[in-house]
Nanobody
Framework: QVELVESGGGLVQAGGSLRLACVTS????????MGWFREPPGAEREFVAA????????YYSDSVKGRFTISRDNAKNTVWLQINTLKPEDTAVYYC???????????????????WGQGTHVIVSS
């Protein structure tokens, strides 16, 4: 079992920045690829970013590429999502998740993640 707890969300003006954190406990963090997903109001959960456990390769959705950065520190059992140049359309509940997969086509799919956090709210005002 892996427990994940997100933090760092909040209300921010468009153009601002946030840094989301996800602290894990339980099984060996370094054995899991980590992903961030988000669920906008009234919409389905969507892939945002992922970082593989094997080689540290990062993947991003087209909508966030260049603005979001995923990183991890295996010693701290933590993965971060740095969000810059926030837009109102970034408003969502952000979830981190852990997966045993490490390929792009797996890591963009919610079904390939085995453990999920409870989410942290990000609200971007225009």
């Amino acid at each position: 079992q892996v427990e994940l707890v997100e933090s760092g969300g909040g209300l921010v003006q468009a153009g601002g920045s946030l840094r989301l954190a996800c602290v894990t406990s339980g099984r060996t963090f370094s054995n899991f690829s980590m992903g961030w997903f988000r669920e906008p109001p009234g919409a389905e959960r969507e892939f945002v970013a992922a970082l593989t456990w094997r080689g540290g390769t990062a993947y991003y959705s087209d909508s966030v590429k260049g603005r979001f950065t995923i990183s991890r520190d295996n010693a701290k059992n933590t993965v971060w999502l740095q969000i810059n140049t926030l837009k109102p359309e970034d408003t969502a509940v952000y979830y981190c998740a852990a997966s045993r997969r490490d390929g792009y086509y797996d890591l963009v799919r919610t079904r390939e993640y085995h453990f999920w956090g409870q989410g942290t709210h990000v609200i971007v005002s225009s």
